[in-house]
């Protein structure tokens, strides 16, 4: 069963559906998130992908279906090129976030500002009263 600690049901789902070789793609998956073939084909199903198009299963398949509690090794990576998991995120919505950010910042540094200002305000009435009371 996938525990989604290292990729998130929805990363897993748009990098397969992204990749040029699915087929391919599902065992680049499992070797990045540390669990079977079949795993990521559960997610995959469970995610809306019709288990009748998914590409049929590999000799790794069946064997991570009968090692389940084996750890999956990993496959190494020189034998042709692999689609690589794009980001969720795209290099514009990080700038956004960022601005967003930023803005968050000058308003809670005004915040800051203004409480300064009204304890300063506060400490020279107590001044104040401490001398009118000598």
Known sequence: MYDGKYMS??????SY?????????????????????SDIREVLKKNGVDGRTLPSG?????????TESKPVAKRPYH?????????VMSAQSV???????????REL?????EIDKELRNIACLC???KDGDS
């Open 58 to 66: 590999s000799v790794s398949d069946r064997s991570a279906d009968q």
């Open 9 to 14: 049901e929805g990363e897993i789902l748009t």
């Open 109 to 113: 540094m005004a915040q800051v500002q």
């Open 79 to 87: 034998r042709k090129q692999r689609t690589v998991p794009t980001p």
């Open 127 to 129: 001044n104040q009263i």
């Open 17 to 37: 559906r992204q990749a040029k070789d699915k087929k391919e793609q599902i065992q680049i998956l499992a070797d990045l998130n540390l669990c079977s073939v």
């Open 95 to 105: 700038l956004d976030y960022i601005k967003q950010l930023s803005q968050k910042k």
